[in-house]
């Protein structure tokens, strides 16, 4: 079953400290999509990243950077010298080839301290 | 070019009504699909669309519905409101409508539908 895990509920951390943001997720499949959402408090869901499952390396956009690990299973996001407005709930989200649903974790508030 | 449209924004609803909701997807997008968010289940998948045609649902019960009209817009319909139906629901769009294909998929700000 499809499932993805962030375990941390909530994050504070101080202006220009950096973040990384947990993601595990658990498929039977062996072609999927990883993906990265923001929501910022005026409700949308903001697209950042999709990684499909056979391309591990890494990504760097700006300050945001990626690290995707098969092996363990996880999809980790990095904040690099964190920016007050980098304050959001982030989402960890896995789809499926044969399923188009896509499956989000429970997500993590960043609260990013000025 | 213009995102994904929901309308209406926010909803008071009073349980036992039934409420209609709207998304228009991104122009040449033929995908849509809904999600429920709530504080205490986080975001969850209710159907999604293609073509006019249900393709993917979620498990949630038939209280919920929806449909699609040939421009791609989409309707969520909600019977017999509960209090436990209270949440955002948001819409995506996207254009094809496979994750192989996609690159993303674009969401809606969303309808805060309250029912008291």
């Known amino acids: 079953a499809q499932k993805v895990t962030q375990a941390q509920t909530e994050i504070s951390v101080v202006e220009k400290e950096d973040v990384t943001l947990d993601c595990v997720y658990e498929t039977r499949d062996t072609t999927y999509y990883l993906f990265w959402y923001k929501q910022p408090p005026s409700g949308e869901l903001v697209f950042l990243i999709r990684r499909n499952s056979f391309d591990e390396q890494n990504e760097i956009s700006g300050r945001y950077s990626w690290n995707f690990q098969k092996s363990t299973s996880s999809f980790n996001f990095t904040i690099t010298a964190s920016q007050v407005v980098d304050s959001a709930v982030y989402f960890c989200?896995?789809?499926?080839?044969?399923?188009?649903?896509?499956?989000f974790g429970k997500g993590t508030r960043l609260h990013i301290l000025p | 070019k213009a995102g994904v449209t929901q309308t209406p924004r926010y909803l008071i609803k009073t349980r036992g009504q039934q409420v209609t909701l709207s998304c228009s997807p991104i122009?040449?997008?033929?995908?849509v699909s809904w999600y429920q968010q709530t504080p205490g289940q986080g975001l969850q998948f209710l159907f999604e669309?293609?073509?006019?045609?249900?393709?993917n649902k979620g498990n949630f019960p038939g209280r919920f519905s929806g449909r699609q009209f040939s421009n791609s817009r989409s309707e969520m319909n909600v019977s017999t409101l509960e209090l436990g139906d209270s949440a955002l629901y948001l819409c995506?769009?996207?254009?094809?409508?496979?994750?192989?294909?996609?690159?993303?998929?674009?969401f809606g700000q969303g309808t805060r539908l309250t029912v008291v």
């Open positions: 122009s040449g997008h033929r995908s």
């Open positions: 995506a769009s996207s254009s094809s409508g496979t994750p192989a294909e996609n690159t993303e998929a674009f």
């Open positions: 989200a896995l789809s499926e080839e044969r399923d188009d649903k896509i499956i």
């Open positions: 669309y293609f073509s006019e045609t249900q393709r």
